[in-house]
C-alpha cells in the first residue's frame, strides 16, 4: 500500500495508514509537534504532495516542514554505504523556527535508519524530548 500510494501518487489512500490510532497518538503526544522526515525535491515534484504530511495530517498536532533534504541517489535504491552518507544531505530549512515544544519526528517507513537518525542528531541540542513515530518497518527493525 505505501508502494501504491507514494510511488503511483495514490493521494486518496491516505488516510488508511493511520486511521486507527489517530486518537491515541493524540492523546499520548499531546504537547508535542510534529516534523516530517523529508524526500527530495524531485519527489515532492513527481509526487505532486508531501506524503508524510499529508499520512500524518489527521492528527490534531501541529506540524511543520523543519528539514529539507538536497537531491541525491534514490535512497531505495542505495548500497548500504550510500545510505549512511545520508547525514550531508538532510538540513534544517533556513527561516524555519525550531519549535519550542517536544518534538515527534514522523516518517513512513524505517528501512536503514539513516534518514531517522540524521535527522535526531539535527535536533541533539533540542531543550525538549525529541521521540520517533514511524508507520513501517522493514523485517530488521522488528526483531
Not at 4 to 26: G, N, T, W
Not at 52 to 65: C, E, G, T
Not at 77 to 87: C, D, L, N, P
Request: aromatic share 8%; with cysteine; glycine share 4%.
Amino acid at each position: 500500500m505505501l508502494i501504491q500510494y507514494k510511488e503511483l501518487c495514490d493521494e486518496a489512500i491516505y488516510p488508511v495508514f493511520l486511521s486507527p490510532f489517530e486518537r491515541h497518538i493524540e492523546r499520548k503526544y499531546h504537547d508535542f509537534t510534529m516534523a516530517g522526515v523529508p524526500s527530495s525535491p524531485s519527489h515532492l515534484s513527481r509526487r505532486g504532495f508531501d506524503h508524510i504530511r499529508q499520512m500524518f495530517s489527521a492528527i490534531a498536532l501541529p506540524y511543520v516542514s523543519l528539514f529539507e533534504k538536497d537531491e541525491m541517489t534514490e535512497q531505495k535504491k542505495a548500497s548500504q554505504e550510500k545510505r549512511r552518507s545520508i547525514e550531508g544531505h538532510i538540513h534544517l530549512k533556513e527561516g524555519v523556527p525550531v519549535p519550542q515544544t517536544p518534538l515527534l519526528i514522523v516518517d513512513d517507513v524505517l528501512t536503514s535508519g539513516e534518514s531517522l537518525k540524521t535527522t535526531c542528531a539535527l535536533m541533539k541540542n533540542h531543550p525538549y524530548p525529541v521521540k520517533a513515530l514511524l508507520v513501517s518497518a522493514t523485517a530488521k527493525w522488528i526483531e
